[in-house]
């Protein structure tokens, strides 16, 4: 059974930062997308980094580029969400999530959360000003 399971949130002050990780269970990890997603409450979820199977390409949202940076270690089935220079604006529950992708796929990104299957439970990102 697959698991993507997050860790690494947590309070931190408005400019500060934090590093997420993605543990993803199973043995084919590299032939998986992985996006990082948030939720605040009463918000709807909301991509934030995406990057490909292969590593080569990422994508963020607007809100986050520049400070955000997406990454994945295929060799330990992980990705990580490096958060610098953290805005109260970024509180949230944040996500990660997986998608299968097929041969000549190597190098997108999908953004919308219909396009990933696969989900961890979250963790908690709480910024104070």
């Known amino acids: 059974q697959v698991q993507l399971v997050e860790s690494g949130g947590g309070l931190v002050q408005a400019g500060g930062s934090l590093r997420l990780s993605c543990a993803a269970s199973?043995?084919?990890?590299?032939?998986?997308?992985m996006a990082w997603f948030r939720q605040a409450p009463g918000k709807e979820r909301e991509f934030v980094a995406g990057?490909?199977?292969?590593?080569?390409?990422?994508d963020y949202a607007s809100s986050v580029k520049g400070r955000f940076t997406v990454s994945r270690d295929n060799a330990k089935n992980a990705a990580y969400l490096q958060m610098n220079s953290l805005k109260p604006d970024d509180t949230a529950a944040y996500f990660c999530?997986?998608?299968?992708?097929?041969?000549?796929?190597?190098?997108?990104?999908?953004?919308?959360?219909?396009?990933?299957?696969?989900w961890g439970q979250g963790t908690k990102v709480t910024v104070s000003s």
């Open positions: 999530a997986r998608r299968r992708a097929m041969a000549g796929e190597d190098g997108r990104v999908w953004t919308g959360h219909h396009d990933y299957d696969y």
């Open positions: 199973g043995r084919t990890f590299s032939s998986y997308a």
């Open positions: 990057i490909s199977r292969s590593g080569g390409s990422t």
